[in-house]
């Protein structure tokens, strides 16, 4: 459901499996914004696959965001 979300979520930037893998833990309803995040950060970083390395970058930057 997870792989799913994300063929959906943009046509252009895609997610690996081990991407994905960092995010199943994420509740179902929350998956979308999650999913859309990640994308709108490989947009404006020129990035069309993301892996785990780009979902690292995801995560510190969402979490220094989270402590401001």
């Known amino acids: 459901s997870v792989r799913y979300a994300a063929d959906r979520a943009d046509d252009t930037v895609k997610f690996t499996d081990g991407a994905l ?6 509740p179902r309803v929350f998956l979308p914004v999650v999913l859309k995040g990640c994308v709108d950060w490989a947009k404006e970083n020129g990035v069309t696959l993301i892996t785990e390395k780009e979902m690292a970058i995801i995560n ?9």
């Open 60 to 68: 510190d930057k969402r979490s220094k965001e989270k402590k401001k």
């Open 21 to 26: 893998k960092t995010i199943l833990n994420v």
